[in-house]
């Protein structure tokens, strides 16, 4: 039977596809090759099929009795479901939904998928495995993986981390990875658009109808589900539902690339006292140079990577992101001349900044329920938990004067609840990414790019069973989202076990921040 029912819908599109209409959408048509059964949201004939809304760039894949249509580079008048933000929760998102046979479309403000690993440069991602154990998998291991491999580097396995709360990060290769970021997207059947934000949002008649501004004006779609993915929470402020904006966020940093000296032939004590006299007459700031107003030392070892700090209030407006950036570009003009002036630093350069500064904090949702720094590093397995999290608590003060850090203590894995990607009172939106309902220490473990794609994708799995099913992602049964997320390769929680005896290792001292 399930053969025959291929056969015929292979029949049609082939129909379809030399009838020379390549202006009519056929939706993906995916199989369940496990279930026997059928993506219920394809159409069973050649009719319904030409009569959906417009595709174009078909390509058929023929593989364990799969076909789709691959995603294209445009906006259709409606969708399954929406995300907005391509970074790491964003791309995962969108990802999962469209893997999950839902019409998705992704929209994306930059030129690049993969947000602070890519645009923001800060390509090491965290945490996949802890206490000896993987414990966030799927669709973002996938593609780090994929990228490690398709670089040459070895892939790490679990085992290094049993006894080390703060094991060391994946570095990997950002160009690669958004690349790898853009081919997955497509190929899971998801249109995706660049330099485009979201105008407007409104929900009615149980449909978000969606203004997105794009580089030639605003243009209209509309979906059943959407994801905010922004970072900033900003569709869920268009929508209406409150925000929580701390007085204080943590600040935010331009990640560069310097070079043009011997870091051997430096004499730091000298760069100290220079640098000490330079920010007394105003030239320079501590935090052009150091997290922890200690001198250039640190920033000069690293070259610059991640190595200074910038003040960020409002930066989930365009108004405050404006002044961020600017900002740090005048830190680095500041630094600049501050460098070249000294023995040893001559020939100093700037090698290369990152297009946008990465912001460490904005705004948050206010949820169905909130993640708090005792929920965290207590462990806690929240009743409606979608995935693991692990990073140390790791708040970057404001002041300049060092970081509030603490390692999560020995076999703590905490969990993230689907109660904290939903805003209060919204039905049928959820967030993924650093704006989930968390308070700030929480927040600060929490914001980091590996727990973002693993709230990502269940954050897109729920989103495609709220589209096919009519059902709110509140109401969906957990076992549903589990065995959706499984059959992705994500790790769900109660899938870890680890042993609650301490270990004689401990942990470790130093930090590796981010």
């Not at 202006?23 to 319904?48: C, H, I, K, M, Y």
């Given at each position: ?106 929209v994306e403000k930059n030129a690049m998928l993969g947000g602070t690993m890519t645009v923001g440069g800060i390509n090491a991602p965290a945490h996949f495995f ?228 990465g912001i460490r904090e904005t705004a948050t949702i206010k949820g169905k329920s909130t993640v708090t720094v005792a929920d965290y590093e207590s462990g806690k ?46 039905r049928f939106l959820l967030v993924a990414g650093r704006c989930l309902a968390s308070d700030r220490e929480a927040n600060s473990a929490l914001r980091v790019e ?65």
């Open positions: 039977m399930l053969a025959n029912v291929r056969s015929r819908r292979i029949i049609s599109l082939i129909l379809h596809l030399v009838s020379g209409r390549s202006s009519a959408w056929l939706e993906r048509l995916v199989w369940d090759q496990e279930a026997g059964g059928s993506n219920p949201l394809a159409p069973t004939s050649f009719v319904e099929a030409t009569a959906s809304p417009c595709i174009t760039n078909l390509t058929l894949v023929q593989w364990l009795g799969v076909v789709y249509c691959e995603g294209k580079l445009e906006m259709d008048s409606k969708y399954d479901v929406i995300v907005f933000g391509g970074g790491t929760a964003g791309a995962i998102a969108a990802v999962q939904a469209g893997r999950a046979g839902a019409r998705t479309l992704l802890a206490w000896g154990e993987q414990i966030i998998g799927g669709i973002g291991w996938e593609l780090v993986r994929r990228t490690l491999e398709e670089t040459g580097q070895p892939v790490p396995t679990p085992e290094f981390t049993r006894d080390n709360s703060k094991p060391k990060h994946l570095s990997m290769d950002k160009a690669i990875f958004a690349a790898l970021c853009d081919q997955a997207v497509l190929d899971a059947g998801v249109d995706l658009l660049f330099h485009a934000m979201p105008a407007g949002v409104a929900f009615e008649d149980d449909i978000w109808t969606v203004t997105v501004c794009t580089k030639s004006g605003l243009e209209r779609t509309c979906a059943k589900t959407l994801i905010d993915a922004t970072g900033d929470a900003n569709v869920v402020s268009l929508a209406g539902f409150e925000l929580v904006r701390p007085e204080v966020v943590q600040p935010a940093t331009l990640h560069i690339h310097c070079s043009g000296y011997n870091v051997q032939e430096l004499d730091f004590d000298a760069l100290r006292a220079a640098s000490e006299k330079a920010i007394a007459a105003g030239e320079l700031r501590t935090t052009d140079i150091s997290w922890n107003d200690n001198g250039p030392e640190g920033f000069l070892e690293r070259r610059g990577h991640n190595a200074n700090h910038l003040r960020a209030a409002g930066a989930e407006t365009s108004a405050g992101k404006s002044a961020a950036e600017v900002e740090a570009r005048q830190a680095v003009l500041r630094m600049y001349r501050f460098f070249r002036k000294q023995p040893g630093l001559e020939n100093f350069r700037v090698d290369w900044i990152c297009s946008e500064a397995v929240h009743d409606d938990a979608v995935c693991y999290a692990f990073y140390p608590i790791d708040e970057h003060l404001n002041d300049g004067k060092g970081i509030n850090w603490r390692a999560l203590n020995q076999n703590v894995l905490p969990t993230i609840p689907r109660g904290a990607l939903l805003p209060a009172d919204s590996c727990p973002c794609m693993a709230m990502g994708q269940a954050a897109g799995a729920m989103a495609a069973l709220s589209a096919q099913t009519g059902v709110d992602p509140e109401e969906l049964p957990l076992d549903d989202i589990y065995s959706l997320l499984r059959k992705h390769g994500a790790v769900v929680p109660g899938d870890v076990t680890v042993s609650t005896e301490l270990s004689d290792a401990g942990n470790p001292l130093k930090a590796d921040t981010r």
